[in-house]
């Protein structure tokens, strides 16, 4: 199971990005599927999590700019970021807790990363 993530990128204040994350592999289910983000010298952080129901969570600092959505068809999240800011920028990691296994039989369940995707906001 992998997780691949992409969207990142340079970006002016007040404009947007879209990232996506796809898992693909030996997938049962997916529970929740969310991102993180890190900057140098501090700790990853949650941005926002789709649980695996319809409900989502968000940080404080990005509530009403951000937007997470799933794809459950194509195992996908998204995060659309708008109104961004000089202090968004940040390396995102995409995360799944992932149930591994195949038609009918599951194995075990497991967090999964994402390579991590750069989002720079700047002038």
């Known amino acids: 199971v992998q997780l691949q993530a992409s969207g990142g990128g340079l970006v002016e204040p007040g404009g947007s990005l879209r990232l996506s994350c796809a898992a693909s592999g030996s997938i049962f289910s997916i529970n929740h599927m969310g991102w993180y983000r890190q900057v140098p010298g501090k700790q990853r952080e949650l941005v926002a999590v789709?649980?695996?129901?319809?409900?989502?969570n968000y940080a404080d600092s990005v509530k009403g700019r951000f937007t997470i959505s799933r794809d459950k068809a194509k195992n996908t999240v998204y995060l659309q970021m708008d109104s961004l800011r000089p202090e968004d920028t940040a390396v995102y990691y995409c995360?799944?807790?992932?149930?591994?296994?195949?038609?009918?039989?599951?194995?075990?369940?497991?967090?999964?990363w994402g390579q991590g995707t750069l989002v720079t906001v700047s002038s």
């Open positions: 995360n799944a807790e992932i149930v591994r296994g195949g038609a009918g039989y599951f194995i075990d369940t497991q967090e999964y």
């Open positions: 789709a649980n695996v129901g319809e409900s989502t």
